[in-house]
């Protein structure tokens, strides 16, 4: 498990399984957000099953499923309201963490987040965020 933080509120990482949850519990995640499809590449952990181990443990478990088609306006609004609304810090995860981190900077961009910041942000955790600014740039307007 390779957690990248971006913030105070929000990590990322790539792929995580049930057995991640306790050490993940352990570090103060309060919650996990799922943002990879099921059945995305054979042998993924299915979501419910690691729901199940977030349940046990006491955590929220949210699943805002990033296809290759992009993001939309409700993805971008879930994702808003789980960083508004959970006390604590937050892990979200996808096949390598990068829609993860695109996710979090474009619903920051909605709420009226600095483009700017929000690239260096996610280039401190080692995601380049350049081929979105457009996008970032006109949520942030809008």
């Known amino acids: 498990m390779h957690i990248r933080r971006i913030d105070d509120r929000i990590s990322v990482s790539p792929q995580i399984t049930a057995d991640d949850i306790a050490t993940l519990k352990a570090q103060g995640f309060t919650a996990i957000v799922n943002n990879r499809p099921e059945g995305e590449e054979a042998g993924q952990p299915a979501g419910d099953t690691i729901a199940e181990a977030a349940a046990a443990a006491g955590m929220a478990y949210h699943a805002i499923p990033i296809t290759h088609a992009g ?19 937050i892990l979200a995860y996808c096949r390598s963490g990068t829609r993860s981190c695109n996710l979090w ?3 920051r961009a909605k709420q009226g987040g600095d483009p700017a910041t929000l690239v260096a942000a996610g280039g401190g ?10 996008m970032l740039d006109a949520l942030s307007q809008g």
Do not use: C, V
């Open 71 to 89: 993001f939309s306006h409700p993805q971008l609004d879930a994702m808003a309201t789980i960083l508004n609304e959970t006390d604590g810090p």
């Open 125 to 134: 955790a080692g995601y380049d965020l350049s081929g979105i600014r457009p």
């Open 105 to 107: 900077a474009l619903a």
